[in-house]
């Protein structure tokens, strides 16, 4: 299955829209800190993740 010239544009436009998102909700945060929200989480997830 391949992604359609429409559906990349489509994407590329969505990824656009949550990094403006993350950075108007996240703005209050230093780098750091957003690091560490973002690290969190993940270490998290992964840790249970299915093998």
């Known amino acids: 299955m391949s992604l359609t010239t429409l559906g990349a544009r489509q994407l590329r436009h969505l990824d656009e829209v949550l990094d403006q998102v993350q950075d108007d ?6 780098a750091e800190d957003r690091q560490t929200l973002t690290r969190l989480p993940s270490a998290v997830l992964a840790r249970h993740a299915p093998r």
């Open 25 to 30: 909700l996240l703005e209050p945060l230093s």
